[in-house]
């Protein structure tokens, strides 16, 4: 958001949820008076394309963590994968990993994590409306996930390592709607740094803005 900020001399520069340093996809990208919808675009359902790395489970729920176990001998059915999968299907509970944004007495629990500390999480409430398994390859599955705010797909894939007993992490992450948005609408970060402020103003949605393409200007 700064690139863009320092880029075209912009403002105000939000965005309607973030996205973890590994993952890609659709990331809303809110200017000026936009900024004020962020709470409003946080609030809506988000959709994923995921891959799971089963026989691995590493201290950040990701590919990127430290390894903490590791199980050789996954060989699961397309159907006991199902099953398992039905345990996150509708209104769960999750428990917000360590490595996350969230914050204790004012601090990031990731900051707390880099200490090698952990400290209690309350479990919250979201809702997996959508939970499609793509395919199984190996230690691999691809699933497809349309979920509420607030829910973490590394904790997901996290949980599902330990009911099926092999441990698990994410190994992939790829946005791919935020609310009415879609992946397929959306436009390149890099070729909108690259081009001209006018093409940036062609860019905005005035629906998502709630203000005219010359707002911007």
């Given at each position: 958001m700064d690139r863009l900020k320092k880029r075209f001399r912009i403002k105000k520069v939000g965005h309607g949820g973030s996205l973890d340093p590994m993952a890609t996809g659709l990331l809303i990208i809110l200017i000026n008076r936009g900024t004020k919808l962020a709470s409003g675009m946080l609030g809506g359902e988000k959709e994923y394309e995921a891959t799971v790395l089963l026989g691995t489970e590493t201290d950040s729920q990701d590919i990127t963590g430290k390894v903490v176990r590791l199980d050789d001998k996954v060989n699961f059915t397309r159907d006991e994968i199902e099953k398992a999968l039905d345990n996150f299907r509708g209104e769960i509970q999750q428990i917000p990993p360590m490595v996350s944004a969230l914050k204790h007495r004012g601090e990031r629990l990731y900051k707390i994590a880099r200490r090698g500390e952990v400290i209690e999480r309350a479990p919250r409430t979201v809702t997996i409306s959508s939970l499609i398994l793509r395919e199984v390859s190996g230690s691999s599955i691809?699933?497809?996930?349309?979920?509420?705010?607030?829910?973490?797909?590394?904790?997901?894939?996290?949980?599902?390592?330990?009911?099926?007993?092999?441990?698990?992490?994410l190994s992939a992450l790829r946005r791919t709607r935020v609310g009415p948005y879609d992946i397929r609408d959306a436009f390149n970060f890099d070729d909108l740094l690259k081009g001209t402020r006018e093409r940036l103003a062609e860019c905005i949605l005035p629906v998502a803005s709630q203000a005219p393409a010359s707002e911007f200007k």
């Open positions: 691809r699933i497809d996930i349309r979920s509420s705010k607030g829910t973490y797909i590394r904790t997901l894939s996290h949980d599902l390592g330990r009911l099926l007993g092999c441990g698990g992490c």
